[in-house]
């Protein structure tokens, strides 16, 4: 069984950054493919960006791109989300996923989860 935290999130202003940070825990030899998701209320679960075992490949969403960066460091087990530039419209519960193939923006793909981390950013 592989358990992910989140950590890092919290009230910023636009314009600022955060870092989110995803620890795993359990079957951490497995290094799966990472990501970050995000939830805002009333919306459907949202892609974010998403890191390969080797840490090679890295998939990040259109409205991020450029502002945000998934990272990982297998030695920690521990995968990052730098996010600059923040808006209003970041404003979500940003999750930590893990999962072995499949697309790699579709939550149903991710067999594990955090419990999620809120991020808000003011105007």
């Known amino acids: 069984q592989l358990q992910l935290e989140e950590s890092g999130g919290g009230l910023v202003q636009a314009g600022g950054s955060l870092t989110l940070l995803c620890t795993t825990s359990?079957?951490?030899?497995?290094?799966?493919?990472m990501a970050w998701f995000r939830q805002a209320p009333g919306k459907e679960r949202e892609f974010v960006a998403a890191i390969e075992r080797d840490g090679g490949a890295k998939y990040h969403a259109d409205n991020v791109k450029g502002r945000f960066t998934i990272s990982r460091d297998p030695a920690k087990n521990a995968v990052y989300l730098q996010m600059n530039s923040l808006k209003p419209e970041d404003t979500a519960v940003y999750f930590c996923a893990a999962g072995s193939r499949g697309v790699a923006g579709d939550p149903t793909f991710y067999g594990y989860w955090g419990q999620g981390t809120q991020v808000t950013v003011s105007s």
């Open positions: 359990g079957r951490a030899s497995s290094r799966p493919r």
